[in-house]
């Protein structure tokens, strides 16, 4: 805890001075260009990978970056969806995978969960990516394939969102599949197909 605190002190001496103005702005402007859906994991941090500055994402962060299909009735991800896509009017989404993923090793590996049953269920969201690598021998290539699959199953899950889908069919939004690389930096995107997406 002493690290967090520490941290916020040099943010209000150093960083926000320094951005005093962007900050003035943001306290009265809410406009992110971006839906980024990325995994939850403590070393993928969209602002730093993209050099965003405070402002330009709208950040998702779950276990194995998965977007549940739609349901109805409120829950956190699908009202996240809704407001950055419905009312902030984002003009692009991403969803970002990326390597040593936790979530994807543990399915692609068999690994027993029955002592997290809440995650075993959440990781129920990936099953159509499990299903795509199901042959592959257990090893690195088959988690690599499993994370870039789970990538293309969470963007197919997001067009089943009505904010998404009314937005893909006026033209107002994008999607994009990303996986990041943490040894390398590296950034992979995605050939995504389908109404009005991009890699």
């Keep these: 805890m002493q690290d967090l605190t520490e941290g916020v002190a040099r943010f209000q001496r150093d960083v926000?001075?320094?951005?005093?103005?962007?900050?003035?702005?943001?306290?009265?402007?809410?406009?992110?260009?971006?839906?980024?859906?990325g995994c939850s994991d403590a070393r993928v941090v969209p602002e730093l990978i993209t050099q965003g500055e405070p402002g330009e994402l709208f950040v998702i962060r779950t276990a194995g970056n998965l977007v549940p299909a739609y349901t109805p009735g409120a829950n956190g991800v699908t009202a996240s969806i809704e407001y950055a896509v419905a009312v902030l009017?984002?003009?692009?989404?991403?969803?970002?995978?990326?390597?040593?993923?936790?979530a994807m090793t543990a399915l692609a590996e068999g690994h027993d969960l029955s002592g997290a049953p809440v995650v075993a269920d959440w990781l129920r969201h990936a099953d159509a990516a499990v299903a795509r690598i199901a042959g592959m021998a257990a090893g690195p290539r088959k988690t690599g394939a499993l994370v870039r699959q789970n990538v293309y199953a969470q963007l197919t899950n997001l067009t089943t969102h009505p904010s998404v889908a009314?937005?893909?069919?006026?033209?107002?939004?994008?999607?994009?599949?990303?996986?990041?690389?943490?040894?390398?930096?590296?950034?992979?995107?995605?050939?995504?197909?389908?109404?009005?997406?991009?890699a």
């Design 16 to 37: 926000f001075p320094a951005k005093v103005d962007l900050f003035t702005h943001l306290a009265t402007h809410h406009k992110p260009h971006t839906l980024f859906i």
């Design 89 to 102: 009017g984002v003009s692009d989404i991403v969803v970002c995978g990326h390597s040593a993923c936790g």
């Design 166 to 198: 009314r937005a893909l069919a006026e033209k107002k939004v994008a999607l994009h599949g990303w996986v990041f690389d943490i040894a390398t930096g590296r950034v992979e995107a995605l050939e995504v197909t389908g109404t009005n997406t991009a």
